[in-house]
């Protein structure tokens, strides 16, 4: 079965500095993979997608991502973080075949922004 | 659009009891999934609606049924209640099941089992 591993719980990052989230995967070939961000009291939205292609996939909001094969990562990055970015962010991964197309989230990371 | 929208946004019942939750997909939509969402971490799949039927369904005990209705609306059902059940529940619309249709979660409903 596919897992997600987000290691870290909470990050705070002062505004303005740069971010990255880390993502890892565990699944037996390459799946698609997700990022959303959750603001409080509100649902989730995609902020990036990986299929196939470049490893370098940008989204929305300034956010980019990176997937790294030998290293079953997925990590998420932003050059600057405006004090509106801080959420919660989850990774998920969706096996690319075997007809079962079930989501898996990581647990999220809390992103706590300073002045 | 109103987007995805969910009701109640709360929800307060006993452990035995069984509740109903609402689900109206974005405008365009087809595809319903329900997620549940337990304090601190990620969503978990529960099942995928589409054309009235499930189409996907995770690892959730018979207690948890849905229906899908014709104009694309839902229900997740939850019978016989427990404390574990306490969650957010979230609905996700998009226009078709493949999976580079691109999901729009709704605001989810709070559940309490007491």
């Known amino acids: 079965a596919q897992s997600v591993t987000q290691p870290d719980i909470h990050i705070t990052v002062s505004e303005g500095a740069s971010l990255e989230l880390r993502c890892n995967y565990s699944?037996?070939?390459?799946?698609?993979l997700f990022w959303y961000v959750q603001s409080p009291g509100q649902g989730l939205q995609l902020l990036l997608k990986?299929?196939?292609?470049?490893?370098l996939v940008q989204g929305i909001k300034g956010f980019e991502a990176e997937f790294k094969r030998s290293q079953s990562s997925f990590n998420l990055r932003k050059p600057s973080v405006h004090w509106s970015d801080a959420a919660e962010y989850f990774c998920?991964?969706?096996?690319?075949?075997?007809?079962?197309?079930?989501?898996?989230f990581g647990r999220g990371t809390s992103l706590i922004v300073h002045p | 659009d109103a987007g995805v929208t969910q009701s109640p946004t709360h929800l307060i019942k006993t452990r035995g009891q069984q509740v109903t939750l609402r689900c109206s997909p974005k405008?365009?939509?087809?595809?319903v999934s329900w997620y549940q969402q337990a304090l601190g971490q990620g969503p978990q799949f529960i099942f995928q609606y589409y054309e009235e039927e499930e189409r996907q369904r995770g690892n959730f005990p018979d207690r948890f049924s849905g229906h899908q209705f014709p104009n694309y609306s839902s229900e997740l059902n939850v019978n016989a209640l427990l404390l574990g059940d306490s969650a957010l529940y979230l609905c996700a619309s998009s226009p078709g099941t493949r999976v580079y249709n691109e999901q729009f979660f709704g605001p989810g409903t709070r559940l309490t089992v007491l």
């Open positions: 405008s365009g939509h087809d595809t």
């Open positions: 699944y037996g070939a390459t799946p698609y």
């Open positions: 990986y299929f196939s292609g470049d490893t």
């Open positions: 998920a991964v969706v096996p690319a075949s075997g007809g079962s197309y079930i989501p898996t």
